[in-house]
């Protein structure tokens, strides 16, 4: 799976976009953008993924750049509630075939008042 | 309702003692995984199953083990052999024939004193 380069903090004030970019210039063609999130001692989150499209659900939206070798998460009013850790991966997903997902150090949104 | 379930939540066991950690779900869902996180660090995978009575080793299984005798659950085992067992543990899961997402438990904290 291609490597993921993520900022090891950001700020954003609650109301105000948090945009959280992620570098992945070594993916391949089949290997899609995943986005989990993880509140301090619990489970990670599911929040969005896509391949190439622009992607965007109840909690946020995905931009992916056109070479597809970086993307952007976009929390469009950020609230105290998500001050978390967000992470970026990278992986192909075969049918099948298990997700072996690989979690780096993310990156540590706070938002704050 | 449907979920993962995890337990115990917090755990303190003495050195040189086995531990096992108990991961249940009603999600039915074909994959199970383990993961292990220390303080500040991303998750890294221990074992994999994605059907009964068949597992894979992840990135760090020394000291480890598991078993899948039924759909619904993948208890992990601490042995004694595992040099630094103290961490957080979460178990995932997902659909085969899916997105490729998983679905975390809220995670086991293990201290060995």
């Known amino acids: 799976d291609a490597k993921t380069t993520q900022p090891p903090s950001m700020d954003c004030a609650e109301g105000r976009a948090a945009n959280l970019p992620c570098n992945h210039s070594?993916?391949?063609?089949?290997?899609?953008v995943y986005w989990y999130r993880q509140i301090h001692s619990q489970g990670p989150q599911y929040i969005i993924h896509?391949?190439?499209n622009n992607e965007t659900n109840e909690m946020a939206s995905l931009i992916i750049t056109e070479d597809r070798k970086s993307s952007t998460l976009i929390l469009p009013h950020a609230t105290l509630r998500d001050t978390a850790v967000y992470y970026c991966?990278?992986?192909?997903?075969?049918?099948?075939?298990?997700?072996?997902?690989?979690f780096g150090t993310g990156t540590r949104l706070q938002v704050t008042l | 309702d449907g979920g993962i379930t995890q337990s115990p939540k917090y755990l303190f066991r003495k050195e040189g003692q086995n531990v096992t950690l108990s991961c249940e779900q009603n999600?039915?869902?074909?994959?199970m995984y383990w993961y292990r996180q220390d303080p500040g660090q991303g998750l890294r995978l221990i074992y994999y199953?994605?059907?009964?009575?068949?597992?894979q080793k992840g990135d760090i299984a020394e000291g480890y083990s598991v078993s899948r005798e039924k759909k619904e659950s993948f208890p992990l085992t601490v042995t004694s052999a595992q040099k630094n067992p103290t961490a957080f543990y979460l178990c995932?899961?997902?659909?085969?024939?899916?997105?490729?997402?998983?679905?975390f438990g809220e995670g086991s904290r293990l201290t060995v004193l």
């Open positions: 991966i990278v992986s192909a997903r075969g049918t099948g075939t298990a997700s072996k997902l690989t």
């Open positions: 070594t993916i391949s063609g089949n290997e899609y």
């Open positions: 896509g391949l190439k």
């Open positions: 999600l039915n869902h074909d994959a």
């Open positions: 199953s994605q059907i009964v009575n068949d597992f």
């Open positions: 995932a899961t997902n659909g085969l024939a899916g997105t490729g997402e998983l679905f």
